[in-house]
């Protein structure tokens, strides 16, 4: 009867401890997986894909996806995308279109505004802001949400818009 207790204790305190210690919520290894890769003849994007392809002209990720509080106590979402430029040109700037579910209010078009020299990627320096206080941005920011609070990455898709090349 005492070691059927016991038994049981212990059981109950495993199952609480491993559930306190699990992390559910999107971690920056999660997002490593998210990569849009292109090819181009000249300066012209002529295929992209979601999947793993050989030596890539343009490489386009998503590293940076975490929650914030404002000092106000809004709550609000930064998201950024690199690019990657393995084109033997240098690059003023790119748009990215980022799709975070089906629906029309959960998409983000991405504008990376620095110079991207060859071989180099760009940074997270600037980055845009999804507030849970602006009314349109609020189905984005709910699905954002989602996706961090499920740590579900599969339904974020990646587009490249436009490329901006930097004038000789």
Request: aromatic letters at 10%; glycine letters at 4%.
């Amino acid at each position: 009867m005492l070691r059927s207790k016991i038994s049981k204790f212990f059981l109950i305190f495993i199952l609480i401890a491993t559930s306190a210690f699990s992390n559910n919520y999107l971690r920056p290894e999660f997002l490593k997986v998210i990569k849009y890769g292109c090819f181009l003849e000249e300066k012209s994007v002529v295929f992209c894909t979601d999947q793993d392809i050989t030596e890539p002209h343009l490489i386009v990720r998503l590293p940076l996806l975490e929650p914030i509080i404002l000092s106000n106590g809004v709550h609000a979402f930064r998201v950024m995308a690199t690019l990657e430029n393995n084109t033997g040109f240098n690059l003023s700037g790119a748009s990215v279109r980022v799709f975070f579910g089906e629906q029309a209010g959960q998409v983000l078009d991405v504008l990376i505004s620095e110079k991207i020299i060859y071989r180099a990627t760009s940074t997270t320096k600037k980055s845009h802001l999804i507030r849970s206080d602006v009314p349109i941005t609020i189905p984005l920011y709910e699905r954002l949400n989602e996706i961090y609070l499920s740590a579900d990455v599969s339904d974020i898709k990646i587009s490249l818009k436009e490329l901006i090349f930097e004038e000789i």
